[in-house]
């Protein structure tokens, strides 16, 4: 049975937030959206309501998870919640308190072991307080994008939080710390598993000492693009299992001992400024899931160590200074992989029949544009729903897309023929770009019919007869770009169905009309082009 005063203190803090859905729409999909107080005050005894934790001898309320509760409203700085002065958990993610400050009796709560307070619309300096929780094992401020570190908060924290397994401050102003009281984290070396600081305004040369944390197994730096910081070039072990630096400034080669990192699952170093070869050291990294190196100035190689990465689902080599697809290792034994990027690259000549097992494996998701690719006609697509083949010098007819694609672009290459009925039946098409390529024929009935397209692109073509007339009520589109081709005819009434479109772009064509007054009806649109 909760402790009386617990009970009321639970109700008076209900009571001092509305319950709105939207103020939990950013919840994780892992996590139940729905308002837990809601239910608060059926029970006499509020140990039972949703949501709450009490020690099963004195009663006392010692967790609170109201993550994802739809509460909306200012956070009272003296609110009861502060009341429950035997709270070990406490977490409010999701919710929206309008830009309240985090108040500084939050650093009474001297038992809280675990403090959530990520994605709630908080705001202003996190106060000096919070370095009271000396008990921490796990602080998650993140996602609240109006709030700040001073230098002695920071500081007073980390000196006093010595068991903190997991320390999360994505989006959270850190841009007055200097990088060297990052050093301060060293005195977690023996407890810290999990540290996030992505894109919190980090600045300066940072020691790669952080990098070595003895048990860190999750690390992210990501999108700080002011910040410095070189790989260690030798004795780097470690339990790391995801690693970010994506957007930082790493500069320079990639080390041999990056290769050391044998538990990594996952690693991101999206433009981080990389030069030269890709060490063929990650060819140890065997349990890699996700590898993503784009947009650096790396030289590929021979890039062998591919092969060895059998368990990779996702792999992204998109904007490399110099990729060739006969220098490219055979893929097909990736038989887990699901996403591939290779846009951006000189890639070029005909598509290689080996490729064809690794589609036979999980491949979903295929980039191939930017490319200087001639032919595809070894390229089958069963599994893929994502094709994009835009901007490379493919010829011939339109290649067949699967019975399941959702984005399918091959604009900007030199393709010919009709569209004929290739996506009649691709009833969960969203994007269909086939701009800019040499293509005739009149456009198919069918496509403004699939229930689900949203953009349709067939500007720059050879498209002749007249814009179809069959646009359903229930249709989905937002962007209709047909200029540049040779239709005739007057503008279809049914086009007024199109209440969601933004783009209508019909110029240079050989239309001939009266002006469709019945465009006033399509409120959303943005862009008209007569």
């Given amino acids: 049975?909760?402790?009386?005063?617990?009970?009321?203190?639970?109700?008076?803090?209900?009571?001092?937030?509305?319950l709105n859905s939207s103020a939990s729409k950013y919840c994780d999909g892992d996590q139940s959206s729905y308002p837990k107080t809601a239910s608060w005050g059926n029970d006499l005894d509020c140990c039972l309501w949703d949501g709450v934790t009490c020690d099963s001898i004195s009663g006392h309320v010692i967790g609170l998870d109201l993550s994802c509760s739809w509460l909306e409203g200012h956070f009272h700085p003296n609110s009861t919640i502060f009341q429950l002065s035997h709270l070990q958990s406490l977490n409010l993610a999701f919710n929206n308190f309008s830009g309240s400050?985090?108040?500084?009796q939050f650093g009474d709560l001297v038992t809280l072991t675990h403090l959530n307070l990520?994605?709630?619309?908080?705001?202003?300096?996190?106060?000096?307080?919070?370095?009271?929780?000396?008990?921490?094992?796990?602080?998650?401020?993140?996602?609240?994008?109006?709030?700040?570190?001073?230098?002695?908060?920071?500081?007073?924290?980390?000196l006093n939080v010595t068991d903190l397994r997991e320390l999360v401050l994505e989006d959270v102003n850190m841009s007055s710390i200097r990088p060297s009281s990052l050093s301060l984290l060293m005195n977690l070396s023996s407890s810290l598993v999990t540290l996030s600081l992505?894109?919190?305004?980090?600045?300066?040369?940072?020691?790669n000492d952080i990098l070595c944390l003895q048990n860190l197994q999750?690390?992210?730096?990501?999108?700080?693009?002011?910040?410095?910081?070189q790989l260690p070039k030798s004795n780097w072990s470690s339990p790391l299992r995801f690693l970010d630096l994506s957007k930082i400034d790493i500069s320079g080669e990639l080390p041999d001992s990056l290769g050391h990192l044998k538990s990594l699952n996952v690693?991101?170093?999206?433009?981080?400024?990389?030069?030269?070869?890709?060490?063929?050291?990650?060819?140890n990294l065997i349990e890699l899931t996700y590898l993503d190196l784009s947009f650096n100035n790396l030289i590929s190689g021979e890039i062998s160590f591919l092969s060895t990465l059998q368990h990779l689902t996702s792999l992204?080599?998109?904007?490399?200074?110099?990729?060739?697809?006969?220098?490219?290792?055979?893929?097909?034994?990736?038989?887990?992989?699901?996403?591939?990027?290779?846009?951006?690259?000189?890639?070029?000549?005909?598509?290689?029949?080996?490729?064809?097992?690794?589609?036979?494996?999980?491949?979903?998701?295929?980039?191939?544009?930017?490319?200087?690719?001639?032919?595809?006609?070894d390229l089958l697509m069963r599994k893929l729903w994502f094709l994009d083949l835009s901007f490379n010098m493919l010829e011939g007819s339109l290649p067949i897309p699967s019975s399941i694609v959702q984005v399918f672009s091959v604009?900007?290459?030199?393709?010919?023929?009709?569209?004929?009925?290739?996506?009649?039946?691709?009833?969960?098409?969203?994007?269909?770009?086939?701009?800019?390529?040499?293509?005739?024929?009149?456009?198919?009935?069918?496509?403004?019919?699939?229930?689900?397209?949203?953009?349709?692109?067939?500007?720059?073509?050879?498209?002749?007869?007249?814009?179809?007339?069959?646009?359903?009520?229930?249709?989905?589109?937002?962007?209709?770009?047909?200029?540049?081709?040779?239709?005739?005819?007057?503008?279809?009434?049914?086009?007024?169905?199109?209440?969601?479109?933004?783009?209508?772009?019909?110029?240079?064509?050989?239309?001939?009309?009266?002006?469709p007054n019945w465009l006033e009806g399509l409120q959303e649109l943005q862009a008209l082009v007569l």
């Avoid at 049975?1 to 509305?18: D, P, R």
């Avoid at 000396?134 to 998650?140: A, E, P, Q, T």
């Avoid at 999750?218 to 910081?229: G, I, Q, Y």
């Avoid at 086009?495 to 110029?507: N, P, S």
Wanted: glycine share 6%; proline share 4%; with cysteine.
């Fill in 316 to 377: 992204d080599l998109s904007e490399l200074s110099s990729c060739n697809i006969n220098s490219f290792p055979r893929l097909g034994n990736l038989q887990n992989l699901y996403f591939l990027n290779l846009s951006y690259n000189n890639i070029h000549g005909k598509f290689p029949k080996w490729f064809n097992q690794v589609e036979n494996g999980s491949l979903e998701i295929l980039d191939l544009s930017h490319n200087k690719l001639t032919s595809i006609e």
């Fill in 267 to 283: 690693l991101h170093l999206y433009s981080c400024q990389l030069e030269g070869h890709v060490p063929p050291s990650l060819g």
């Fill in 198 to 207: 992505r894109h919190t305004g980090l600045q300066g040369k940072m020691a």
């Fill in 101 to 104: 400050s985090i108040s500084s």
């Fill in 1 to 18: 049975m909760c402790i009386h005063y617990h009970y009321t203190a639970l109700l008076n803090f209900k009571n001092s937030f509305s």
């Fill in 218 to 229: 999750k690390l992210s730096l990501s999108w700080n693009e002011n910040l410095k910081v």
């Fill in 411 to 515: 604009s900007n290459n030199k393709f010919i023929g009709s569209i004929s009925f290739l996506f009649c039946n691709a009833s969960s098409l969203l994007i269909l770009n086939l701009s800019h390529n040499k293509l005739t024929g009149p456009i198919p009935q069918c496509l403004v019919a699939l229930p689900n397209l949203s953009v349709l692109d067939l500007q720059k073509n050879n498209l002749v007869g007249t814009i179809p007339t069959n646009f359903s009520k229930s249709n989905s589109l937002q962007t209709l770009h047909f200029n540049g081709n040779q239709l005739q005819g007057s503008l279809p009434l049914s086009l007024a169905h199109c209440t969601q479109l933004e783009i209508l772009d019909v110029g240079e064509n050989l239309i001939v009309d009266t002006f």
């Fill in 118 to 158: 990520s994605f709630s619309w908080f705001s202003g300096e996190i106060p000096s307080k919070i370095s009271q929780l000396s008990k921490l094992v796990s602080l998650d401020l993140s996602w609240n994008f109006f709030t700040s570190f001073v230098p002695s908060t920071w500081e007073n924290l980390i």
